[in-house]
């Protein structure tokens, strides 16, 4: 099976570094617990451009000091080891290289990696069977497109209900919906 796999609030814990930084370019002193909406910039106010200056700004480090989630790198290995990987994520290209430094720095194999932010039609082209994402927009689209998706939870997502949806709270149900998925031939 060919899987696609998302990095941010997926594979690793991007909403504790993006705290950390949004709060010290800020002078906020949010917390996780504060956290609702995919697009956490917009807990601080900011507009989109101010988010791209923040972003820009701190973006590296934030990337290269997200922790994966327990069990991730685990998992991961285990279904490089299975299936086909590409990690499909909205980073910009300018955060491509700190991207792969992490990847390999927590020992997570991929057959192949994409930067976009169209990731229905990424996954289609690429004939991926799956995608594992956090994005309530992102699960939308495949559920309305009838394809599945592996949600992984977080407090935005959690009004997402569709049959084409497999909640996972943890890598150790991303797994076992894997095997289901892959037990039973669903494809792009």
């Known amino acids: 099976m060919h899987i696609g796999i998302d990095l941010d609030n997926t594979v690793l814990d991007a909403t504790s570094t993006h705290l950390k930084?949004?709060?010290?370019?800020?002078?906020?002193?949010?917390?996780?617990?504060?956290?609702?909406?995919?697009?956490m910039y917009r807990l601080y106010g900011?507009?989109?451009?101010t988010r791209n200056t923040v972003y820009e700004r701190y973006g590296r480090d934030i990337h290269w000091t997200s922790a994966p989630f327990p069990m991730a790198v685990e998992t991961l290995q285990q279904l490089f080891s299975e299936h086909q990987i590409t990690i499909v994520t909205a980073r910009p290209m300018l955060f491509h290289d700190v991207t792969v430094e992490w990847l390999e720095?927590?020992?997570i194999q991929y057959h192949?990696?994409?930067?976009?932010?169209?990731?229905l039609e990424q996954c289609v082209?690429?004939?991926i069977d799956v995608l594992i994402d956090d994005g309530p927009h992102y699960a939308r689209e495949f559920a309305q497109a009838k394809k599945p998706v592996i949600l992984y939870e977080q407090p935005y997502n959690r009004s997402i209900i569709d049959d084409y949806v497999y909640r996972a709270s943890d890598w150790l149900e991303v797994k076992k919906h894997i095997d289901h998925l892959a037990s039973h031939s669903v494809s792009f």
Do not use: M, R
Not at 21 to 39: I, K, M, R
Not at 46 to 49: G, I, L, R, T, V
Not at 112 to 119: A, D, G, P, Q, R
């Open 21 to 39: 930084y949004y709060n010290l370019a800020s002078g906020f002193s949010f917390t996780p617990q504060d956290v609702n909406d995919f697009y």
């Open 125 to 127: 082209n690429a004939k």
């Open 46 to 49: 900011w507009d989109e451009a």
């Open 112 to 119: 192949s990696i994409v930067l976009c932010e169209n990731k």
């Open 105 to 107: 720095h927590h020992n």
